[in-house]
């Protein structure tokens, strides 16, 4: 499973790709590249022998409706005629992702001075992250061609949800991570793995060696390497999932974290394929990006009006979005820039009041990501960038317990008292 890219198989017509059973991936017909059209077959490769572009997934969607959807499993597979999936997927030992809850924040809509404000909740997932979804979705393509190792170079939440991932489905996996990650995700994963890698370096450097190893090692599945275009196509299950909890409709506003800005550019995604399915009616929207200032190349892209994505190197306490070169960063601004949205970016100071804003208005503990998209959320209400009167969502991606290090200074007793009752009314509670 080497992926050698030039040695991928072309083709101008709807390719395949020998030794891959019928259904494999679902209704997936190619893969193509998402610079110069490019068809390439189904299988472990990721870029366009042509011009060297990213590579994703083609469908020929067959007619889908709401109420087949709505009859499927409360997870992702609801949507598996969406995704590059065979349809005895529910067969396959996995863990199950998604169909996490939207909820109405009307408290934090009022502090914020929103009219209608969701959050899409994704901190309950198997993992307690988004990156449950993705993870899904390669290791189904990693079994159906034909990977021994399961793979990948993570900021943590992405470590998380392989290494559990390839412990429910029984095969070797191997996680590499930056050496000075968040303790709590080190944890999360060596518990599901004793193949647990620390690089000293940062994610770049990690995803390099990654890359490097996915071109030399037979059977290695790399989710966001060498399966990628697999991988990314699970975030589309949010935009579903949005929809459909909304009574099959489009919000008018998102706000979306940025690492690699795959999340962001496959809920527009998935937003079109519904559109385009007759599944939602068809209305304007808004995408706005959120990043950490700490590493925010393209909210400074995006100010700058520019299309170029200058590398960073990353210093913020958002750590799962510490990637210093987005891979799909130069798509993030094309879609705020089409719809009308923006890329914002919030300090560290911020991201912690983000956190315990959230925290203190809805009851949901976020980590460093989901507390960067609510500071960004507050930010561009103030800056007059979104809409207020619009109805908006934000996508909170994972638990707070999992970055602990980034608030516990923050948070803290109102009071440490005597055990009596005058020494608790002194406090004045």
């Known amino acids: 499973m080497s992926a050698v ?4 198989p072309e083709t101008t017509e709807t390719p395949t790709q020998p030794g891959l059973r019928d259904g494999a991936f679902g209704n997936a017909t190619s893969l193509s590249c998402r610079e110069c059209g490019h068809l390439v077959a189904l299988g472990p490769f990721y870029a366009c022998p042509e011009c060297f572009g990213p590579l994703e997934i083609t469908y020929d969607f067959p007619q889908v409706t709401r109420e087949e959807i709505e009859a499927g499993p409360r997870n992702i597979w609801r949507y598996k005629a969406l ?4 349809t005895d997927i529910e067969t396959s030992p996995n863990t199950e992702p998604g169909f996490t809850r939207l909820l109405a924040a009307d408290n934090l809509g009022r502090e914020l001075g929103i009219a209608k404000l969701w ?12 990156k449950d979804r993705v993870v899904a979705c390669a290791l189904s393509a990693a079994r159906e061609l034909g990977a021994t190792t399961f793979a990948c170079p993570s900021t943590g939440n992405l470590a998380n949800a392989v290494a559990a991932a390839g412990a429910r489905a029984g095969i070797k996996t191997v996680v590499f991570i930056p050496s000075n ?9 060596a518990i599901f793995t004793e193949n ?3 690089v000293d370096g940062n994610y770049d450097d990690v995803n390099k060696l990654a890359s490097e190893i996915a071109g030399e090692e037979e059977g290695w599945a790399f989710v966001n390497v060498n399966v990628r275009p697999y991988y990314a196509e699970g975030s589309k299950t949010l935009g579903y999932e949005i929809a459909e909890q909304l009574g099959w409709r489009l919000p008018d506003q998102v706000v979306i974290p940025v690492a690699s800005g795959s999340q962001l550019t496959k809920v527009d995604k998935a937003f079109q394929e519904l559109i385009k399915l007759g599944l939602v009616e068809d209305k304007a929207y808004r995408i706005f990006g959120a990043q950490a200032t700490g590493c925010g190349p393209v909210a400074t892209a ?12 990353p210093d913020t306490i958002a750590k799962s979005l510490a990637i210093g070169n987005p891979a799909d960063g130069i798509y993030v601004l094309d879609i705020a820039r089409r719809t009308g949205g923006a890329v914002e970016e919030v300090t560290d100071d911020e991201i912690r009041e983000g956190i315990v804003l959230l ?7 976020t980590e ?3 507390g960067t998209t609510t500071a960004v959320t507050k930010k561009l209400v103030e800056t007059g960038q979104l809409d207020p009167n619009l109805e908006t969502v934000i996508i909170n991606t994972g638990h707070g317990l999992k970055t602990l290090d980034s608030i516990s200074g923050q948070v803290g007793p109102a009071a440490t008292i005597a055990p009596s009752y005058d020494a608790f009314k002194a406090t004045g509670l």
């Open 83 to 86: 995704l590059p999936v065979p």
């Open 181 to 189: 990650l968040e303790t709590p995700k080190q944890v999360n994963s």
């Open 359 to 365: 925290a203190r208005t809805e009851g949901i503990f």
């Open 196 to 198: 647990l890698v620390a």
């Open 5 to 8: 890219v030039t040695e991928s």
């Open 368 to 370: 460093t990501a989901g």
């Open 119 to 130: 959050v899409k909740d994704d901190s309950t997932n198997p993992t307690n992250s988004f």
């Open 302 to 313: 995006y100010k700058a009006g520019v299309d170029a994505i200058r590398p960073v190197k």
